[in-house]
């Protein structure tokens, strides 16, 4: 029944569109992580022929450049199923056409009346070119400072308010997602719009809070906890409310 009623919302969404001339792009993913539904515009984007061609399908499939960032996703959504938690990612992505989109994601869980998890549903919005032009270089920018391996055009952040569950606050998270990318003292008062020195006291106060002796044990307990794809949703807020 789930099933169906999560297909029914993606069927009236996609219908909706076409009515209003409108795209959204939006699916369901099972359990297994296979697409179960996809909306027109999805489709078209990702590269599939149609619709129903992706059903049983896994992200591993996609047509398209995208299929670079299939790692990144499934462990999205593995952890949507384990932890019944909704995400909100931003996503910079060539798709089928050549071209480089930017859109926010959100996953959500599709609960049934046992409070289980049957599958989980997503919907994008797409932005204005204005801000992928504004924040596309940047990011990849900070991104090839550490990860030599980057993939040059895609990007797929989880967007959290801050890296509260460490106990740090707002701008000790801008500061510290700098810091994971090797971002030196100056730059990253330059970035925030601070002082160095305030900048270096945020730094203290991190490594405090983590234990950490130094900035390369930093870097290293990002990886150790998963946490190099997550950004504060605060260092987007320039790029995307004057444009929205």
Sequence with gaps: MLEFNAKTLINTIDNACKQLQSSVLGGIISPDLQYQCITSAEAKMAGFS??????????????????????????????IFAEGVNMSILNIHQYADGNLYCSITNKTPFWDDNHK???????????????????????????????KKCKPLSLCYEIVESFEELGLTVRESECFFYIIRQRSTKVIASLLNLSARTVEDYITNIKYKLLCHNKTML??????????????????TEFIEPSI
């Design 219 to 236: 870097v290293d307990y990002a990886f150790a906890y998963d946490l190099v794809y997550k950004i504060p949703g605060s260092l987007l």
């Design 50 to 79: 149609t619709r129903t061609s992706a059903e049983g399908l896994t992200h591993y499939d996609i047509p398209s450049p995208v299929v670079e960032s299939a790692p990144e996703f499934q462990r999205q959504y593995r952890k």
């Design 117 to 147: 998890i049957e599958a989980a549903y997503y919907l994008s919005q797409l932005l204005p070119n204005t801000i992928l032009e504004k924040i596309h270089t940047p990011l990849i920018q900070a991104n090839n400072k550490f990860l």
